[in-house]
């Protein structure tokens, strides 16, 4: 027994170090070949070949390598650029609606993690949302999109420096390598946000829309839970509007969100609503024999606080194949259905 | 013989008057310095006693404050028997926030809903900037039921809880029953002040 689990673990590390190869090689390239990283990081990418693979998923990197310093130092003058001209006046030239909501909203951003309660990241946080904001008057800043930018600071961040990312103080940093972490993440953030955008514009079509399929969809895939929910009162609307609003980040740890968003990226810019739904549907799904035996008030309360606190990559992969099983059945049809 | 009520309460007010921590100080008698803020909106419940072996279990729906959020409220309030409408008493902006709200319930709830007005962060008086006189004024016009509380040092928030709980028609199980309840002339409960007759109830602060 002990010689098969060995011989698991050895052929696991082989099936790695194959892979980290792999990245070597296509990362490596003079001219990236997108098809080629795609393929690759669908399955999730190593840690120190996230920040790079992210940004060029994106869009953000440019795959030539001969292009990318001179990309990089532009969009980050930009973004600097940027700061300054919202920031040009003092407190009262900014917009007020908009920055007393990023005011109250960064302090309890990820609250208990250092990272996030440093002085120097929140300053960063704040510059990031409000320009942000600024730029896209039919949305402004709307709660959750805080959520959305930590992983990217997150991952950007640990291209710098060797510890946990959530345990760094950003103050420590020269100020150049803050500012690129910081536009880095602006304009990444930026990328994801336009494939939602009408998660957050009044009345937040998007995600009206996407519950919608949702429920569609689970009612097909699983009819005794559908009609359970039902039977209990139970309306998407009451648990789903946080999954669609802040992409499962409430749900489960930034770790997972981190390695989900390497298949997201991969699934392209509408990964983030089309594909999103299917995994909020499969994860619903997930729960359904404990979720029918519970009545309304065990099932809210159940799907509030999911007990995901143990998942890892494993976890998460399993989630994304049957999200992915989910698209190819489902996608056409729903599609056909409404008519689109 | 115990009875047993539920009533639904709905939470409202403006982004981060403190309607959570409201919240978790009433069910779990806890308080955070930094919580993440409510998204949509989130559920808990908590029972309270009266006298006569009467005990009110409360399903609260705490909704998430930002403006566009405020198209999912009508979802929570529509079949609420009761509201807290909370502002912070050293921001202004957000009693007019609460003015608003309790205008749309006004118009748009059940007309029998008990509507209770809460200043939370009553710990931070030195930085007060809603006197309790205005507040109370606007309460007493409105026949709502008023009460300061702070959720950090816990001063309030059970009495308001409670007052809602002795306000609530405890004759007619199931108490989503008879939408038509109005009690227009409903007059204002001080809950900082000792309600007469009530002198042997110590919740009644």
């Known amino acids: 027994e002990d010689a098969q689990k060995s011989e698991k673990l050895i052929r696991e590390k082989s099936i790695r170090t194959n892979r980290r190869n792999k990245f070597v090689d296509c990362l490596g390239a003079q001219d990236v070949n997108i098809t080629e990283l795609r ?9 120190d070949f996230r920040p790079m693979a992210w940004q060029l998923l994106l869009g953000y990197l440019p795959l030539p390598t001969p ?24 407190r009262e030239g900014l917009d007020q609606q908009i920055w007393h909501q990023i005011e109250i909203d960064v302090p309890r951003t990820r609250p208990g993690v250092r990272l996030w309660m440093h002085a120097s990241t929140q300053r960063s946080l704040e510059r990031i949302l409000y320009v942000w904001a600024i730029r896209h008057p039919a949305s402004g800043y709307v709660q959750g999109i805080n959520d959305l930018a930590t992983p990217f600071f997150q991952v950007f961040l640990s291209a710098y420096i060797d510890i946990n990312p959530e345990d760094f103080d950003t103050g420590l940093l ?19 946000l336009d494939g939602i955008q009408d998660n957050y514009i009044f009345a937040q079509p998007g995600i009206q829309r996407s519950i919608r399929r949702m429920t569609e969809l689970v009612a097909r895939i699983d009819p005794a839970l559908s009609s359970h929910l039902e039977a209990q009162n139970v309306e998407f609307m009451q648990f789903a509007f946080r999954w669609m609003n802040c992409l499962l980040m409430r749900e489960i740890s930034v770790q997972n969100t981190i390695r989900m968003w390497d298949t997201y990226l991969v699934e392209g810019p509408d990964a983030f609503s089309q594909f999103h739904l299917y995994v909020c549907s499969a994860f619903l799904v997930k729960w359904s024999d404990k979720l029918r035996t519970m009545d309304f008030q065990g099932i809210i309360m159940f799907l509030q606080s999911l007990p995901t606190q143990g998942w890892g990559d494993h976890e998460i992969e399993m989630l994304l194949s049957e999200a992915f099983v989910l698209n190819s059945i489902w996608h056409n049809a729903q599609s056909h259905f409404n008519g689109k | 013989m115990s009875k047993q009520f539920q009533f639904k309460l709905v939470l409202l007010g403006e982004s981060a008057v403190g309607k959570s921590s409201l919240v978790l100080r009433f ?3 806890q308080f955070d310095d930094y919580r993440e803020s409510t998204i949509g909106a989130a559920f808990l419940t908590q029972t309270v006693t009266l006298e006569h072996n009467t005990s009110v279990k409360f399903e609260i729906w705490d909704t998430a404050g930002q403006e566009r959020y405020k198209s999912l409220a009508p979802m929570y309030y529509r079949n609420a028997n009761c509201a807290v409408v909370v502002y912070d008493i050293t921001q202004p902006a957000s009693l007019e926030k609460a003015r608003t709200w309790i205008r749309e319930l ?11 007005l809460c200043g ?19 309460a007493d016009e409105e026949g709502l039921m008023w009460g300061e509380t702070s959720a950090k040092s816990g001063d309030g928030v059970s009495d308001i809880f409670m007052a809602i709980a002795k306000k609530l028609p405890l004759t007619a199980p199931p108490p989503r029953a008879g939408a038509s309840r109005n009690t227009p002339g409903r007059p204002a409960v001080d809950l900082n002040k000792q309600a007469a007759g009530d002198s042997n109830d110590p919740c009644a602060c």
């Open chain 1, 39 to 47: 393929k690759l990081a669908w399955a999730g990418i190593p840690e």
């Open chain 1, 67 to 90: 292009l990318r310093t001179s990309t990089l130092a532009r969009k980050r003058q930009e973004y600097l650029s940027l700061v300054e001209v919202a920031f040009a006046r003092d």
């Open chain 1, 174 to 192: 020269p100020k150049h390598v803050l500012d690129a972490i910081e536009a880095d993440s602006f304009w990444c953030l930026s990328r994801l």
């Open chain 2, 27 to 29: 069910v779990k008698d």
């Open chain 2, 106 to 116: 006004q118009r748009q709830a059940d007309p029998s809903i008990v509507i209770a």
């Open chain 2, 120 to 138: 939370n962060k009553g710990d931070l008086e030195a930085r007060r900037q809603v006197s309790q006189e205005e507040a109370k004024k606007y």
